[in-house]
């Protein structure tokens, strides 16, 4: 069945940068792969998403410019690259995916299947 992980996080000082990565394994075929974030005693928030065919990213208003989503095909894993790190973007980070349109990549409901997160702490 379908499977994700997720790695890359860790402790970094306000500014800098941070790769995650999301492996995927099982059939996705089809499927729009996002990334959520959780910030102690905070709802899920949307990060950024991409579709199954690496052609539409979609990104939240407060990472735009910062961050980059991408996939690579190949090696089945989706990337979040995230430059200029704020103390604001701390929290645990999951990746998920969806069969859900463009209007919906940004609902948490949406997904359904989830990686066990990887945790991103920014210090200022």
């Known amino acids: 069945q379908v499977q994700l992980v997720e790695s890359g996080g860790g402790l970094v000082q306000a500014g800098g940068s941070l790769r995650l990565s999301c492996a995927y394994s099982g059939n996705v075929d089809s499927y729009a792969t996002g990334w959520f974030r959780q910030a102690p005693g905070k709802e899920h928030e949307f990060v950024a998403a991409?579709?199954?065919?690496?052609?539409?990213?979609y990104y939240r208003d407060s990472v735009k410019g910062r961050f980059t989503i991408s996939r690579d095909a190949a090696k089945n894993t989706v990337y979040l690259l995230m430059n200029n790190l704020k103390a604001e973007d701390t929290g645990v980070y999951y990746c998920?995916?969806?069969?859900?349109?463009?209007?919906?990549?940004?609902?948490?409901?949406?997904?359904?299947?989830w990686g066990q997160g990887t945790q991103v702490t920014v210090s200022s």
């Open positions: 991409i579709s199954w065919a690496g052609v539409s990213t």
């Open positions: 998920g995916v969806t069969l859900a349109g463009a209007l919906r990549v940004g609902r948490h409901q949406e997904y359904e299947y």
